[in-house]
């Protein structure tokens, strides 16, 4: 059973950092897209970032030029950058990989932006 493994969030300041990574557990994927979709308290899940296996990204409005994803191809790595964090990013962050045959989800990482 493959199971996608995330790292990298926690509390932060406004105007910080993170980092977020995610990697499945086990072999066997065929990966085509990878991204990262967050959830706030009493909203919809949206998506922050994706990126193809060729490396063509597209980002949400309210994240680009603060954001960057990309990915290691060799180790299945997915990684988000996050700069200049706000109160409203605040939220879960869940990974997404799209395989061949199916889609995997992460468990989710709470990022939390105080101001």
């Known amino acids: 059973q493959v199971q996608l493994v995330e790292s990298g969030g926690g509390l932060v300041q406004a105007g910080g950092s993170l980092r977020l990574s995610c990697a499945p557990s086990g072999n066997g994927i065929s990966i085509l897209t990878m991204g990262w979709y967050r959830q706030a308290p009493g909203k919809q899940r949206e998506l922050v970032a994706g990126i193809t296996n060729g490396g063509t990204t597209n980002y949400a409005d309210s994240v680009k030029g603060r954001f960057t994803i990309s990915r290691d191809n060799a180790k299945n790595t997915v990684y988000l950058q996050m700069n200049s964090l706000k109160s409203e990013d605040t939220a879960v962050y869940y990974c997404?990989?799209?395989?061949?045959?199916?889609?995997?989800w992460g468990q989710g990482t709470q990022v939390t932006v105080s101001s």
């Open positions: 997404k990989i799209q395989g061949i045959l199916r889609a995997y």
